[in-house]
Nanobody, 117 residues
Framework: QVQLVESGGGSVQAGGSLKLSCAASGYTEYSFSTWGMAWYREAPGKERESVSTISKFGTTTYADSVKGRFTISRDNARKTLYLEMNSLKVEDTGVYYC????????WGQGTQVTVSS
C-alpha cells in the first residue's frame, strides 16, 4: 500500500504564494520515479478537477486556469511531488489532492488552500 501525505496548504491573500508537497511512503511495487503524478483540487460545491500532471519523464501539463502561475515538479530521490503556486487567486481556494499512478491509483488525504481577497 502506498501512502501519500500532502502538506504546505494554508491561508494567504490574493497575489500570495504557497508551495505544496506530497510525500510518498509505504510499500511500492515499482519505483516512485516510474509513476505518473498529479495534483487535483476540489473547490466548495464543485467537482474535483485536475490542476497539473507530471509524467515519469518529467513532461508536465497544466489546467488553463493555472498556466503561468503554478509549477509542478518532482524529486524522485525524496519520493516527493511539489506544486509551487504563485499569484494566487480567490478561485484557487479548495482542497488540493496528490495522485499517484503506479498502475494503481492512490490519493492523498488533501491539504486545504484558502485564498482571500
Amino acid at each position: 500500500q502506498v501512502q501519500l501525505v500532502e502538506s504546505g496548504g494554508g491561508s494567504v491573500q490574493a497575489g500570495g504564494s504557497l508551495k505544496l508537497s506530497c510525500a510518498a511512503s509505504g510499500y511500492t511495487e515499482y519505483s516512485f520515479s516510474t509513476w505518473g503524478m498529479a495534483w487535483y483540487r476540489e473547490a466548495p460545491g464543485k467537482e474535483r478537477e485536475s490542476v497539473s500532471t507530471i509524467s515519469k519523464f518529467g513532461t508536465t501539463t497544466y489546467a488553463d486556469s493555472v498556466k503561468g502561475r503554478f509549477t509542478i515538479s518532482r524529486d524522485n530521490a525524496r519520493k516527493t511531488l511539489y506544486l509551487e503556486m504563485n499569484s494566487l487567486k480567490v478561485e484557487d481556494t479548495g482542497v488540493y489532492y496528490c495522485l499517484a499512478n503506479s498502475g494503481r491509483i492512490f490519493w492523498g488525504q488533501g491539504t486545504q488552500v484558502t485564498v482571500s481577497s
